[in-house]
């Protein structure tokens, strides 16, 4: 309870809340465009599933700490002359969930453009599972992005202003539980409306490319990869979740115009949209 009284954990509570919100948008996309090909029925347990392994799975991972930071140290070091780096489990992890998502976006956008659609032939069962993994597996690699930063937050505060490792855990947790509870609530009206909407799932995907290259770019940096003497530099998060919410809107901004526009009416009470040209008309 002592911690319920430290102003310093609440800031750092809320603080890790809102992170662990914001870390989150790219799997609730994710989670919407995977659970979107389910039935109608499904989709709701698929999201709730999805969000509920990514809470399981970093709070697992927060009690395994000191594994977890083990996997920071090398297992394999090489030096080819023009290419240099060490390898550890933590570059692994994340450099295979950026190849994961890049594959997944890239083979969606594909499907999507080409008019493809997968069989529903299947079993729904058998969607459902197939779902649930591929769920499974990319919030295995988010916990981990979402676990590091939430440590590193954390453990820059020291006593007197800190709280302790104990002290840390424990608002870890909370705002894990939190943030999961926040988007487990919005989960549904997101996805509803990316699923309603080709033009934000296309945007979607694109965001899920560029958070792909993210995790290659924090995968190689964690490896120390260098090339000429060139060490490969992570990207920082602010930039690319600024282009995502800039995109946002200036989406949303089309979707305004788009819903605002008024059709036209002609004499035959044929009903067109106004951006058609007078050549149009009288085609």
């Known amino acids: ?18 992170l662990e919100i914001i870390l989150g ?30 809470m399981v799975f970093r709070i697992i991972l927060l009690f395994g700490i000191t594994w977890v930071m083990s996997l920071k140290e090398s297992f394999y070091d090489f030096d080819l002359g ?8 933590q570059s692994l992890i994340i450099f295979a969930g950026g190849l994961f998502l890049l594959y997944k976006s890239v083979s969606e956008i594909h499907h999507k453009l080409e008019g493809e659609e997968e069989s529903t032939s299947g079993k729904a069962s058998n969607q459902l599972s197939s779902a649930i ?7 295995i ?11 590193g937050l954390v453990s820059s505060a020291e006593p007197p202003a800190g709280f302790g490792p104990a002290g840390a855990i424990e608002i870890m947790i909370m705002a894990i539980i939190i943030s999961i509870i926040v988007m487990l609530v919005f989960a549904g009206p997101v996805s509803k409306f990316v699923n309603e909407h080709p033009t934000i799932q296309i945007l979607g995907l694109s965001f ?16 120390h990869f260098s090339f000429n003497g060139n060490e490969v530099h992570s990207i920082p998060k602010g930039y690319l979740y600024f282009a995502i ?12 115009m788009k819903k605002n526009r008024k059709p036209i009416q002609l004499k035959n009470n044929t009903i067109m949209d106004d951006k058609l040209t007078d050549i149009d008309i009288l085609d």
């Open 1 to 18: 309870m002592e911690i319920l009284t430290n102003p310093d954990a609440w800031i750092a509570l809320l603080t890790l809340t809102f």
């Open 25 to 54: 948008i790219d799997n609730i996309v994710f989670l919407s465009i995977v659970s979107g090909k389910l039935k109608e029925e499904d989709q709701p347990k698929a999201r709730r599933i999805g969000l509920l392994l990514a």
């Open 82 to 89: 023009f290419f240099t780096g060490g390898i550890s489990g």
């Open 133 to 139: 993994i591929q769920i499974a597996l990319l919030n």
């Open 141 to 151: 690699v988010f916990s981990f992005d979402s676990i590091l930063t939430a440590i």
């Open 208 to 223: 899920l490319i560029l958070i792909g290259v993210m995790l290659l770019a924090e995968g190689s940096h964690l490896a």
């Open 245 to 256: 919410f800039f995109s946002l809107f200036v989406e949303f901004l089309n979707l305004k």
